[in-house]
């Protein structure tokens, strides 16, 4: 049987996080055969439903349009997968805010154990999830006729946006389901890459002090290096940095190909949401931090003079 993947889109085009998803679909696929089918429920969603059509290794995309998707109500868009849900033996979600508020659902109404957060495909039915902040690892087999999966984007590389030619199938959307309504959304401007696709991140600890010296030591390097902005928990709790730039277990996912972690002395929590880096630079004054433990390259300094030094020898 085929392998459904819930897109993330806005409607126009599709979001970075069903690329990876889609790697994980391919790898499910070539162990137990079948096609990747693409799940786009939106409003007005023809250019979301053509640009997963161009997604590598995608053969089908199953496009439902109704003004009733265009925010994405978790009890709409589960309504849409339920309606597919027989002709799959593998049902996708990304492991985002969206992916882990619709996913539960299907599960439950599925009567089915959830499998969250894999990092890698063993097998059809046999896969690989974090546990413990990501310190083990957990082999996961599963037997439900479904399974409904979550898939944490940073464990698989994204497919590829174009080459593909995959036909786009009309589906008959299921009706509002009622339970809630869109009221509206206050969204945040930033300049700055989104923290989860960043290829650059500069994150600070509580040693900044204070969300002044936060800005003033960091955002300058940020700028030099294009980068975003993260932070700690214990920074983002202490009012330092808003709350979503904490990076970690709590926080957000990231595999940026640079990390750099200045004063942040490198809690399990934190540590759990940005190990996977491609390298990871260290800033700090304690020699016993245990972000050295992860750390490609550390420098033990304190970060109000290293930090300034950086950004002036980057000209």
Do not use: C
């Not at 790697?23 to 250019?47: F, P, Q, R, Y």
């Not at 980068?227 to 904490?246: C, E, H, I, K, T």
């Amino acid at each position: 049987m085929a392998t459904l993947v819930i897109a993330e889109h806005d409607n126009r085009t599709v979001k970075g996080a069903t690329l990876n998803t889609v790697t994980a679909a391919l790898e499910i696929v070539k162990s137990g055969g079948g096609d990747v089918h693409v799940l786009i429920a939106g409003s007005n969603a023809g250019g979301a439903a053509a640009a997963a059509a161009k997604i590598a290794g995608v053969s089908k995309v199953l496009h439902a349009d109704a003004a009733y998707f265009e925010h994405g109500l978790a009890e709409n868009i589960a309504s849409q997968v339920l309606a597919l849900a027989k002709d799959y033996s593998h049902i996708l979600f990304p492991a985002t805010a969206a992916g882990k508020n619709v996913a539960p659902r299907v599960a439950a109404k599925l009567d089915v154990g959830q499998i969250s957060d894999i990092t890698k495909v063993d097998a059809a039915d046999t896969f690989e999830r974090p546990i413990y902040a990501g310190n083990a690892v957990a082999t996961v087999q599963s037997l439900d006729a479904v399974k409904v999966i979550t898939v944490r984007t940073t464990g698989f590389d994204p497919a590829a946006a174009s080459g593909g030619s995959a036909a786009v199938e009309t589906v008959a959307a299921v009706a509002d389901s009622g339970k809630s309504v869109f009221v509206g959304s206050e969204i945040a401007r930033n300049d700055r890459p989104e923290l989860t696709a960043a290829k650059i991140i500069v994150s600070g600890g509580r040693a900044l002090g204070s969300s002044d010296k936060f800005n003033e030591v960091l955002t300058p390097l940020a700028d030099k290096l294009g980068a975003a902005l993260g932070a700690s928990r214990a920074a983002v709790d202490a009012g330092y940095a808003p709350n979503d730039w904490q990076v970690g277990q709590t926080g957000k996912i990231v595999a940026p190909q640079l990390y750099i972690a200045a004063g942040i002395s490198g809690a399990i929590q934190h540590l759990a949401g940005m190990k996977d880096s491609k390298v990871i630079v260290a800033i700090n004054k304690d020699p016993e931090a245990p972000i050295f433990s992860v750390a490609d390259y550390g420098l033990e300094a304190d970060l109000f003079v290293a930090v300034p030094e950086l950004v002036k020898a980057l000209g």
